[in-house]
């Protein structure tokens, strides 16, 4: 269950992305994420997927591992597809009683998923080619100038980092607490699906309580290295651009201007 998780992960594969600095893939990415929001046609959608795509494998991180992240998430993309063909209104291809899709509908729908696998594809090469101690730093020290207006940079990027990792995290304690339910003869994978859902509602309570154990131990750990508000503290590694983080950097920005330009053009 843990290898079925995108967010979170870190996998060595000696890539171009793995050398870029973190500050250089934190900005490229907000940069292509922004720029999805003019994403309005076939065309546009296509070369999204073509550069998400030679991105991927740029990685070098097998297919695989992101075939396998996407089937936990396959409920909600189809929730979202569902959702967005039965309301949409529009010119109406089918109909059944109060069921009625659209062609406003299918097209949304479509689009919508498209955009959600898409973005979270992007996210998924962040951490997966980032160590989480990197992204923090590199997260600290792209708001370090927030730290004039007394905000708690080094705590806030330390708190997203871990909430990060606490996804396959979470999910390693889930699949412990299957396993001890399947040795004392109770599997829930033989269940219905209806069942099964219901199955897991019992779960939650040892989950939380482990995950809230976790966090305190995490917390313990935390204080016994002196670690406090964070201010002031040296780091072994220090980050320097290199000539590849600028030549990623201009790419991000002439992606985006490249479908902003489409989009206007098309209006």
């Not at 994403?39 to 795509?53: G, N, Q, R």
């Not at 370090?144 to 990060?164: G, R, T």
């Amino acid at each position: 269950m843990n290898n079925q998780v995108l967010i979170g992960q870190y996998i060595e594969t000696h890539s171009v992305f793995h050398r870029l600095d973190p500050r250089t893939k934190l900005i490229s990415l907000v940069i292509v994420m922004l720029s999805f929001i003019s994403l309005d046609t076939a065309f546009s959608y296509l070369i999204a997927s073509v550069f998400v795509i030679g991105a991927v494998f740029l990685t070098r991180i097998p297919v695989v591992v992101f075939w396998r992240g996407f089937k936990p998430l396959g409920i909600i993309l189809l929730f979202t597809l569902v959702y967005n063909i039965l309301f949409t209104q529009g010119h109406i291809v089918w109909s059944w009683g109060w069921l009625e899709i659209t062609t406003e509908g299918l097209q949304n729908g479509v689009r919508f998923v498209w955009r959600i696998v898409l973005l979270i594809v992007l996210a998924a090469i962040l951490t997966l080619t980032t160590p989480p101690l990197t992204l923090a730093y590199g997260l600290q020290k792209l708001m370090s100038p927030l730290s004039k207006l007394n905000v708690p940079v080094e705590q806030f990027s330390l708190m997203i980092v871990i909430a990060i990792r606490f996804i396959p995290t979470i999910l390693e304690e889930l699949e412990r607490i299957l396993l001890a339910q399947k040795a004392r003869g109770y599997d829930i994978t033989t269940l219905r699906f209806s069942q099964r859902i219901l199955a897991y509602i019992p779960i939650l309570v040892p989950l939380l309580f482990t995950i809230v154990q976790r966090a305190e131990h995490l917390s313990d750990a935390i204080d016994a290295r002196a670690y406090g508000n964070g201010k002031g503290r040296t780091s072994y590694r220090h980050l320097q651009l290199q000539s590849i983080d600028y030549i990623v950097i201009v790419i991000a920005i002439v992606f985006a201007v490249s479908l902003l330009l489409l989009h206007i053009m098309n209006r």
